[in-house]
Structure formats: C-alpha cells, structure tokens
C-alpha cells in the first residue's frame, strides 16, 4: 500500500516539473509582431501627398483658357462680303481670305493685310481706282483750304465745302450788285446762304 502512493507521489511530482519546464521554455521563446499590427508609412503617405499635389497643378497648367474671337465685317471687292468670325490675334489677311479672297478688280495696295483685326471692325477692299470706305480724310494747309470769297471765280468758290454751282454764281452775283463783302456774315445777305451756312463756312473762307 505505501508503494502504491510513492508512485503516485512521485508521478505527480513529474508532472509538475514537466509543467514548470514547459512554462519556462515558452516564455523564453521570441514573440512575434502582431500579424494585424502594421507600421505607419509615413514617407511613403507623404509622397503620395506631393504627387496629387503635382498632378492637380499640372492638370490646371494644361487647362487653357478658351481662345477669344471676334466677329468681322468684310466688304468691297471680295468673292462673299459678310460678317465672319476669327480668332482674335489674326490679320485682315485672314479676314479677306475667309471671304472667299479678293476679286480681280480689287486694288490690294491700298490694304493693310498685316494689320490686326478688331471686334466689330469693317474691313472693305476697295476697287481700282476706288478709295478705301475707312480712308482717312486728306491733311490740307490751312492756305489751300481758304478761299478768299471777294477774289474767287466760280470754280473756286464750288470748292468750298456746302457751295455748289448755285451758290457760287449767287455770291459773284451778290459782289457784281453790292461790291466786296466786308465781313464773313455778309454772305448771309446772299440768297440760299443762311446765318446755319455762313457759321459752318468760316473755316473754309477768308475775305
């Protein structure tokens, strides 16, 4: 009976060295990282940053803004006169060759094809022998543009601007009856001139 319970001691004393060995042995062993546990990429985050960031500004330099146009109007010695549309930077050139080109009867010399077009702007081509429609006005001399009303003939005085044939033969008329005038307003006693013709004569008229 006493060795029956000596095995059984020594049985269960086996038992419990063998626990304490395995304990020990596992708590020695190296443990391992968490296999949900992972580290943060935080360089990896921040060039991930730096390219959206690049990619939105290169997508914003290729957005073009929409090119301007503008509407001209081409008229004159061209195949098809009408309003045309065209890129703002573009040149009469553009212009007439959008309408068709010009005629064989269009004087080109008198037309600047370089130059830039605007919006609204007219662009006629004239004729030979024709003046352009946006010609400016000849420079005169303040001589040539006088004439001296107690001097002129009859052609002379129809160049005056507003004296036709009529009005010339009534001035001579007027100087053969009542002599020189003595003043500007005294073209005013001359039938067909009023006080409105004489004011808008002074600049052409000396005495």
Request: charged share 25%; glycine share 8%.
């Amino acid at each position: 009976m006493m060795t029956r319970w000596k095995l059984i001691a020594v049985s269960a004393g086996g038992a419990v060295c063998f626990g304490i060995m395995f304990l020990l042995f596992w708590s020695g062993l190296p443990r391992e990282q968490s296999a949900t546990q992972e580290p943060v990429p935080w360089k990896s985050h921040s060039e991930e940053i730096n390219q959206e960031e690049m990619s939105a500004g290169a997508s914003v330099e290729k957005e073009e803004e929409p090119e301007k146009k503008v509407q001209v109007d081409v008229k004159g010695e061209v195949k098809a006169p009408g309003v045309y549309v065209l890129q703002a930077d573009e040149r009469v050139k553009e212009a007439v060759q959008k309408a068709g080109g010009a005629t064989d009867n269009a004087d080109m010399l008198q037309v600047n094809l370089a130059e830039k077009i605007e919006d609204e702007m007219v662009i006629h081509i004239p004729g030979e022998g024709e003046e352009p429609l946006n010609a400016p006005p000849e420079e005169s001399s303040a001589d040539t543009a006088m004439v001296n009303v107690n001097e002129a003939e009859q052609t002379d005085l129809e160049t005056i601007p507003g004296i036709g044939p009529a009005k010339a033969a009534a001035i001579l008329s007027y100087r053969e009856e009542n002599g020189s005038f003595e003043t500007i307003e005294d073209l005013s006693n001359v039938s067909g001139i009023g006080e409105k013709t004489v004011e808008q004569l002074q600049d052409y008229i000396s005495l």
